[in-house]
């Protein structure tokens, strides 16, 4: 099976732009999971979609967005870009999630965003 | 916020110790689960340990769980070059509607 995939791996943005990072889950997975990453602040949780729908959400602003399509593929947007917003985002998805027992979640090779 | 924390922050050692890191956190769980990042391979799950047990074996790998002191450990036996990674602990319970919350991480590098 092929693992977590996620586009691009890099990117470079400005102060005030917009950016828009693709996941695609292991195939029948069907709950993908956004973290942020960053060295002070360790993995933070974003979102989390299931079957389409936002099932769980973290303490970021409305700036960052996501949403999941029919096939799982998911898709986190973040608007007017900040400084603060450089970071590695990681895509995990899991076949359930949420109160599945076990959730274990794999994850793909994350998008190294800069922020210039 | 962070429910788990682990220490050591850093660990190094030489090739065929064996390293233990520690995890720490807040509220009842469900579960806990160690992950292992390095450069090669990304964020990969290790192990997972429920509420209920009290210890784990998974090859050179042994996790116990003291849900009364709310900490667990990670042992790692025979060390190799390829242990050399970042330790995470994450753990899910009920108030945090079974999300992972995860600690900072235990860097781990290994000398040969």
């Known amino acids: 099976k092929a693992g977590v995939t996620q586009t691009p791996r890099y990117l470079i943005k400005t102060r005030g732009q917009q950016v828009t990072l693709s996941c695609s889950p292991i195939?029948?997975?069907?709950?993908v999971s956004w973290y942020q990453q960053t060295p002070g602040q360790g993995l933070q949780f974003l979102f989390e979609?299931?079957?389409?729908?936002?099932?769980n959400k973290g303490n970021f602003p409305g700036r960052f967005s996501g949403r999941q399509f029919s096939n799982s593929r998911s898709e986190m947007n973040v608007s007017t870009l900040e400084l603060g917003d450089s970071a590695l985002y990681l895509c995990?998805?899991?076949?359930?999630?949420?109160?599945?027992?076990?959730?274990?979640?794999?994850f793909g090779p994350g998008t190294r965003l800069t922020v210039l | 916020s962070q429910q788990g924390e682990e220490d050591p922050q850093a660990l190094s050692i030489q090739e065929g110790e064996n390293a233990t890191m520690n995890c720490s956190y807040k509220?009842?769980?469900?579960?806990l689960q160690w992950y292992r990042q390095n450069s090669g391979r990304g964020l990969v799950h290790l192990i997972l340990?429920?509420?209920n047990e009290r210890e784990k074996h998974s090859g050179r790998l042994r996790v116990t769980l003291d849900t009364s002191k709310k900490s667990s450990s990670l042992l790692i036996t025979a060390s190799r070059a390829a242990d050399t990674a970042s330790y995470f602990c994450?753990?899910?319970?009920?108030?945090?509607?079974?999300?992972?919350?995860w600690g900072a991480g235990t860097k781990l590098i290994i000398k040969p």
């Open positions: 995990a998805s899991s076949l359930i999630g949420g109160r599945a027992l076990g959730n274990e979640q794999f």
């Open positions: 195939s029948g997975h069907r709950s």
């Open positions: 979609y299931f079957s389409e729908t936002q099932r």
């Open positions: 509220t009842s769980i469900n579960n």
């Open positions: 340990i429920r509420s």
């Open positions: 994450a753990t899910d319970s009920m108030d945090s509607n079974y999300q992972l919350i």
